[in-house]
T-cell receptor, first 111, second 109 residues
Framework: DGGITQSPKYLFRKEGQNVTLSCEQNLNHDAMYWYRQDPGQGLRLIYYSQIVNDFQKGDIAEGYSVSREKKESFPLTVTSAQKNPTAFYLC??????????FGSGTQLSVL | SQQGEEDPQALSIQEGENATMNCSYKTSINNLQWYRQNSGRGLVHLILIRSNEREKHSGRLRVTLDTSKKSSSLLITASRAADTASYFCATDGNNDMRFGAGTRLTVKP
């Protein structure tokens, strides 16, 4: 079955630590996206990538980094510079002119 | 900044009634999409309407788009308790999909 997989489902970060959230898709989609969702809020765009080895900052990129070395993978690193990282993180992918397919999300909390 | 803004923020109706949610956006778009999210889950794509379309149907869903007013509406007819969820509009302006804050719909049995 084609789909998009995020891992882990829950993640805890200690102060000063970098953590990486995984996002893998086997839909052969070129475009991939990372969003942050705070409780009761909408989605805010962190980073997006339209093609391998290229990505652009979204509205809230500070404190985050990404890479797109493979078409299937778009990992997100939450760095120690992100002072308020507790949130629900959603990864998505899409084909041209199509809707987004979302993963099931990663809940990140600070210890 | 969020591109779309949904209205109302919350909506509570009885099963069998229709639910209408509105979305306004700021800049030109290629298409507008509606999504549903059940609590703690990823979003599910419902329907996409292109900028040159005015109305689209999918089952119990009807979406309209008015590009002159930069607004869209989502109508869910004959609602069911299972329709209880948050609904978001998203705009695709430059291949950077941006979402509004959502409408929380509660359908009472």
């Amino acid at each position: 079955d084609g789909g998009i997989t995020q891992s882990p489902k829950y993640l805890f970060r200690k102060e000063g630590q970098n953590v990486t959230l995984s996002c893998e898709q086997n839909l052969n989609h070129d475009a991939m996206y990372w969003y942050r969702q705070d409780p009761g809020q909408g989605l805010r765009l962190i980073y997006y990538s339209q093609i391998v080895n290229d990505f652009q900052k979204g509205d809230i990129a500070e404190g985050y980094s990404v890479s797109r070395e493979k078409k299937e993978s778009f990992p997100l690193t939450v760095t120690s510079a992100q002072k308020n990282p507790t949130a629900f993180y959603l990864c998505a992918s899409s084909g041209p002119g199509r809707g987004l397919f979302f993963g099931s999300g990663t809940q990140l909390s600070v210890l | 900044s969020q591109q779309g803004e949904e209205d109302p923020q919350a909506l509570s109706i009885q099963e069998g009634e229709n639910a209408t949610m509105n979305c306004s956006y700021k800049t030109s778009i290629n298409n507008l999409q509606w999504y549903r999210q059940n609590s703690g889950r990823g979003l599910v794509h419902l329907i996409l309407i292109r900028s040159n379309e005015r109305e689209k149907h999918s089952g119990r869903l009807r979406v309209t788009l008015d590009t002159s007013k930069k607004s869209s509406s989502l109508l869910i007819t004959a609602s069911r308790a299972a329709d209880t969820a948050s609904y978001f509009c998203a705009t695709d302006g430059n291949n950077d999909m941006r979402f509004g804050a959502g409408t929380r719909l509660t359908v009472k049995p």
